[in-house]
Nanobody, 115 residues
Framework: QVQLVESGGGLVQPGGSLRLSCAAS????????MGWYRQAPGKERELVAD???????NYADSVKGRFTISRDNNKNTVFLQMNSLKPEDTAVYYC?????????WGKGTLVTVSS
């Protein structure tokens, strides 16, 4: 079992920044990919960004150039730096950890971009 706890969400004005964190605990050995997904009201969950254990990253087109994903393997933590936030970035952001044993989700953190 892997437990994932997200933090850092909140209310921010358009153009602002937030940094999300996700800490993994439990059977964290062999975590390969860690990533962030989001789900807006009435929409399906979508990939925002993910990062492999060797630092290879992948971003959704909608966030390229604005969001940066990073990872601290020693602390089993993944971060999402979100800049130039837009109202359409409003969603619940979920952390996901995947390995040879399957994958686990966090419970999510709400990000609201509004003036």
């Amino acid at each position: 079992q892997v437990q994932l706890v997200e933090s850092g969400g909140g209310l921010v004005q358009p153009g602002g920044s937030l940094r999300l964190s996700c800490a993994a605990s439990g059977s964290t050995f062999n975590i390969n990919v860690m990533g962030w997904y989001r789900q807006a009201p009435g929409k399906e969950r979508e990939l925002v960004a993910d990062i492999t254990s060797v630092g290879r990253t992948n971003y959704a087109d909608s966030v390229k150039g604005r969001f940066t994903i990073s990872r601290d393997n020693n602390k089993n933590t993944v971060f999402l730096q979100m800049n130039s936030l837009k109202p359409e970035d409003t969603a619940v952001y979920y952390c996901k950890a995947a390995g040879s044993w399957g994958y686990f989700w966090g419970k999510g953190t709400l990000v609201t971009v509004s003036s």
